[in-house]
């Protein structure tokens, strides 16, 4: 190899090669797809918002795609990788306010921007399939799709109380206010509530289904199905009505009805309507309704007494009434009956407003639940684990079921069973509650989709007909409030209908809904006659692997499911099946897009299947600053990708990230990280240059190189599986090993020429996804056929027992440097290891199928008994061992030892023997045991 004054000669210039190799890549349409490519796999990040730069937080994601997009297109797959942009909204519109422009101008020299430095990282996306929301052809579709959704009676329109935010002077859906603070989400400033006419999308009526259909998504993360189930919160459940004199009765909807005879307040939301009518009437009311809509939290035991008394149904008794902040208005009825000792919230509550707690649940005793000679009855609770008389309701609510106690004549009853009778008894009726409500598009802002509406004085809301779509956004207009509202010229047209004087709709769509089928326009984008070409999508769909950030759990993911099952619904989806999908990383998937007849509306739901549009899905972990904190402009700790491509190249930026943690986890910018990842990336450049001009000698194959090419098939084995499972950090690590081992292999002898080449070629192909144009100009440096983006991926499988034989040698390397350690041996000069004998290996595997008595079984063995108390000592040994695990036979372990014992020699510069099973000194052999050699060091 080369002295270390020649490495300069040997290193690559990013600067040179990353421009030449993205040229190269899109002279060659290396990432198009063709349309009459069937099934491919799809991998897809969230298409970014169009804010004038990337942020490192970009770069992971599109990162984490690209290199799993370029893996599968190295294994043969036709891969589908677009690219877009979500670009209205209302931050452009800020930006246009702020530099005297317009919200297009803006975003468009925005997408410039942006495309520039996505192409600048090597990311290999196909262009021609490019889509930008805020262009017509593409919010055309927009207006189409509410027109279909709008004929299904997905669609509805009314007076509603809505988040609005003061500081964008906008509506926002409850998905997008923030936390018990009730923040905005863009902004970040406090929400208020006001009442307005607006647009809404039906997704209640698909509610179950959405919520159903989780269970089977076994590719996305938990925590984010579990987010979804939590936000549709669905509630099995019944109502009561208590009575409020002078003011009627009042419905309640509860889950814990058996509990009734225990209730001891009422409670009301601040927004229910009686707080609302006693606000008007009681002025402490009112400041406490105030001070609720007012600040931004509440404590949780906050509350105020309203003077008036509800009846309880089940006792005739008058409990007092309360607003309480803790009262959710968006669930249930936003009133309820509070039973302290049996809810946690309603106990705080009693407590600190000194109300009565009375128990009338306790857990089940002995002779409440069944017994083991009598059948089960159905409903009764399983016997207790907890001693009635240890319950004090005074500290601590009960909250579980169990069986009714001071409930009159249903005491004795089970919970179930209590709340089933009780129904009937009070007159209430069983009814499925849900948090999520219906989808709320309407946006007092310009620069979005604008609904295709007429409102007409004769006829009313008129649907824009499909010939004139699409509804184009008219010259922005510099103006307070809703520059649609200013658009005199444009706001004013006739009626479709009646032709008489109408006034468009200056609402616009919430951005979400551009976002919620956009996976689906990159399938056929250029189409002109429909959204997307069914047939095609049918094919194409759902997509494979989805990337993208959490914030998006409760917001656009469930948009795109919701709109994924109405198009199919809409018979514009054929459907796929989930175990029609194949091919890839089958391991990571669960259940697509499903196919069903056609139910025509929105009256019959499909709901016998999953239809969802993200087989797979990952939610990237944030980059955080070097100082541990979230990048931002306010700590100066951002990184920005623009300089570390200049400073280091795209492949450098690329492997840091990638090597950082595994795709989900968050970590830190680390600069030593990077220029760790650089120098990597040089060495391997370093080490195939030095191999193309003749640096390193070659010479003949051998048992070194047996063992090499032994490790080239395990690395390429390991790598496949970590792209598979997304642990490219892990993938990153292979490589790095097999890199080092090329560079002793070198180092130590001549190498085999073709063994040495192959594993060139095979870190060149594992490493070119990650940081594809090194090993692009790696590839032409060895002079490869074509490129590496079009090559094949490697093929091999780890040798029988290889894991195994790895442990050993590591093991064996780790053993001769504890002894050197402790024994102070400065300067070895002979190392002789010994594997056990056969008939200790015979001893372990009698061992392992031993059934308690292991000397026993052990020392039963005729050929063991005759190596007398050795094998007894050993049989005691093995008495102590926990768990078995596999290993080699006495010829394979000295056949491993024996192809590694070149790098003991290297690594400790002293004469290796390792002895055969049968042939090592009685003294060394007997320290032998299987897996753990005997050593002895001169």
């Known amino acids: ?140 579709w927009n207006q189409w799709l509410f027109k279909r959704f709008l004929d299904h009676d997905l669609v509805t329109r009314g007076a509603r109380e809505v988040n609005w935010c003061p500081d964008c002077e906008t509506v926002l859906a409850d998905e997008q206010v923030k936390g018990e603070d009730e923040l905005c989400w863009r902004c970040d400033n406090p929400v208020e509530t006001r009442e307005l006419d607006q647009w809404m999308f039906t997704i209640t009526d698909y509610a179950d289904e959405l919520l159903e259909a989780l269970d089977g ?103 007092p009434v309360y607003v309480a902040d803790y009262v959710l208005e968006d669930v249930g009825t936003g009133a309820l009956f509070a039973v302290p000792a049996h809810d946690d919230r309603d106990h705080a509550f009693a407590v600190e407003h000194d109300i009565p707690i009375r ?75 849900y ?57 004013h047209v ?29 399938v056929s984008p250029d189409l002109a006659d429909a959204p997307f070409d069914g047939e095609r999508a049918s094919d194409w769909m759902p997509v494979d692997e989805y990337v993208g950030g959490i914030e998006h759990a409760v917001m656009h993911l469930l948009y795109a499911r919701f709109f994924t099952k109405v198009l199919d619904d809409l018979d514009m989806l054929d459907g796929v099946h989930a175990n029609d999908v194949s091919g890839g990383s089958s391991e990571r998937r669960s259940d697509g897009v499903h196919a069903n007849e056609v139910s025509g509306g929105s009256s019959e739901r499909r709901s016998d299947g999953v239809r ?35 400073e280091y190249g795209a492949d450098t930026a690329r492997l840091f990230i990638m090597e950082a943690a595994q795709p989900h986890k968050e970590f830190a910018w680390d600069s030593e990280g990077v220029e760790s990842a650089n120098q990597f990336l040089q060495s391997v450049y370093r080490l195939a240059s030095e191999f193309d001009r003749g640096d390193i000698g070659t010479g003949d194959a051998g048992t070194i190189a047996e063992y090499v090419d032994r490790e080239i098939d395990a690395t390429v084995a390991t790598v496949t599986e970590e792209y598979e499972a997304f642990r490219f950090n892990h993938a990153i690590q292979a490589v790095r090993d097999l890199v080092s081992l090329l560079y002793q292999y070198a180092e130590y002898t001549d190498p085999d020429g073709e063994t040495f080449e192959r594993g060139l070629t095979a870190v060149t192909k594992l490493l070119a996804p990650i940081a594809p144009h090194v090993c692009e100009e790696i590839r032409d440096l060895l002079g490869g056929d074509g490129m590496v983006a079009r090559a094949e991926w490697p093929e091999a499988t780890k040798a029988d027992g290889y ?100 790098l003991l020699e290297r690594e400790f510069d002293a004469e290796i023997v390792v002895y055969a099973p049968e042939e090592a000194p009685d003294a060394l052999a007997s320290e032998a045991t299987p897996g753990r050699p005997g050593i002895n060091i001169e």
């Open 435 to 491: 948090r999520l409500r219906d989808w709320l598009i309407s946006r007092q802002r310009y620069w979005g989709t604008p609904i295709p509406m007429v409102d007409c004085p004769d006829c009313g809301f008129v649907p824009v007909p499909d010939e004139d779509l699409p509804v184009e956004l008219p010259e922005f207009i510099h103006t307070t409030g809703n520059p649609l509202d200013a658009a005199e010229e444009w706001k």
């Open 803 to 902: 894991e195994i034989a790895s442990r050993l040698v590591e093991n064996t390397r780790e053993d001769v440097r504890d002894i050197i350690d402790v024994a102070g041996i400065e300067d070895p000069s002979r190392v002789e290891i010994a594997v056990a004998p056969a008939w200790k290996h015979r001893a372990r595997e009698i061992a392992s199928g031993a059934d308690g008595d292991v000397v026993g079984t052990v020392m039963g063995d005729e050929q063991l008994r005759q190596h007398g108390e050795d094998a007894a000592d050993y049989a005691k040994e093995l008495a102590g061992t926990e768990h078995f695990g596999e290993q080699l036979s006495p010829d394979a372990e000295h056949e491993a030892l024996t192809r590694a014992t070149w």
């Open 612 to 646: 969802e549009p993200f087989t797979n899905l990952t939610n990237q972990g944030m980059v955080l600053g070097e100082d541990g904190h979230k990048m931002s402009k306010s700590r100066g700790n951002g990184v920005s990708p623009v300089r570390i491509i200049e």
């Open 359 to 433: 128990q009338v649940i306790e857990p089940a005793a002995d002779a409440v639940g069944t017994s083991s000679d009598e059948p089960s009855v159905a409903g009764a609770p399983e016997e207790a684990d907890i001693d009635p008389e240890e319950i004090d309701v005074r500290t601590e609510a009960y909250t579980e079921d169990g069986v009714l106690v001071d409930s009159g004549e249903f005491d004795g009853l089970t919970s179930e069973e209590a709340r089933e009778r009780f129904v009937e008894e009070f007159d209430g009726e069983f009814r499925t509650e």
């Open 1 to 140: 190899m080369s002295s270390p004054d020649a490495t300069e000669q040997h290193r690559f210039d990013h600067a040179a090669i990353e421009p030449k190799w993205q040229r190269a890549w899109d002279e060659a349409d290396v990432f198009r797809i063709e349309d009459s490519a069937e099934d491919p796999e799809y991998i897809l990040a969230m298409f970014p918002y169009t804010s004038g730069n990337l942020h490192m937080g970009h770069v992971r994601n599109y990162t984490i795609t690209d290199a799993y997009a370029r893996f599968e297109m190295l294994r043969g797959e036709d891969v589908l990788h677009p690219m877009g942009w979500d670009s209205f909204g209302l931050p452009a519109e800020n930006a246009a306010e702020e530099r005297d422009t317009n919200p297009r101008e803006w975003t468009m020299d925005c997408i410039e921007t942006m495309r520039d430095q996505l192409v600048r990282m090597g990311f290999g996306y196909d262009w021609e399939r490019e889509v930008t929301t805020c262009d017509p052809d593409y919010y055309r």
């Open 217 to 319: 998504m076994d590719g996305w993360p938990n925590n984010v199905r579990e987010m979804q189930r939590n936000w549709i919160g669905r509630q099995e459940g019944t109502t009561a009505e208590f009575a409020v004199e002078g003011y009627g009765d009042v419905e309640i909807f509860t889950t814990r009805l058996d509990t009734i005879y225990g209730a001891t307040f009422f409670a009301l939301s601040p927004g229910h309507d009686l707080a609302q009518q006693l606000a008007g009437e009681n002025e402490d009311v009112a400041e406490y309704v105030a001070r609720a809509e007012r600040e931004e939290e509440l404590p949780e035991t906050s509350g105020v007494f309203t003077g008036e008394y509800a009846v309880n149904p089940a006792t005739g008794e008058e409990i």
């Open 494 to 522: 006739a009626c479709p209908e009646c032709g008489g004087d109408g006034v468009r709709e200056t609402d616009t769509m919430n951005t979400f809904v551009d976002s919620s089928w956009y996976f689906l326009r990159y």
